[in-house]
């Protein structure tokens, strides 16, 4: 059975994101999965730019269903990251850049397989932001929105909007030096009718509960809990501001 994930205006929400690549660690996976049940985190995100075996995606998603009983959904870097045993998907068009192929090919390519997998779609606007530049620049080869322009962030988010698209996710990309800053948060938060995602960089409880503040409806933790996984245990139920 599919569990679904559901994102409102309102909702302060945490997804963790697993790179297949670093998950090939069982020791880490199992580390971070034993304490993820009394932690604050809502979803699990599976994917990245760049993948190394794709194909082993599937048996991951399976292992980490064996270890949580949390939504877990695709961030697909290409259609190479599609499996069928994921609840569902951010399908994503990335609307900062101007690759058709990251605008709407890879998802020509995909919907017929996500239709037939029956994965939950999650419309998403996904805008890479940033001034120096990340795995996911360099493998979309697109240009991010620049770090200090909350009003070009602003606009396309708007444009996402007005096309339809039900989320959107504003990414310093992974491992970024920089999250978007709050002034960007707030000012898409308070300027959009849809639920914003916040990641990229994220390190601390003081930068999640910032970008919550400032109108963030899900954060992002990837790299921090690779490189140190007692950070989810660092973010239990009552360390986070809800
Ligand atoms: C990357 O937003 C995600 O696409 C998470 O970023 O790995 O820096 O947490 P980090």
Redesign the pocket.
Known sequence: MKLEFTLTKSDKKLAL?I?PDWAKDKEWLIEVFSEIKYSEFDLI?IG??LVFEPDKISQLITEIKSLCDLPVYL?PGNVNQVSKNADGILFMSLISGRNPEFLIGQHVTGAPLIRSYGLHVIPTGYMIIGNTQ?S?HYMSQTQAIPYNKPDIALATALAAEMLGLKVI?M??????DR?PSNKMIKILSNELTIPLI??????SRKQIDESFENGANLI???????KRPDIISELRTSSLMK
Request: charge should be negative.
């Open positions: 994101l790179d995100l990245g730019s961030f990340t996911a996710y990414d310093g990309g992974s491992g970024a999250s916040v990641g990229g960089g994220i390190q992002v933790i990837g790299t921090a809990a690779e």
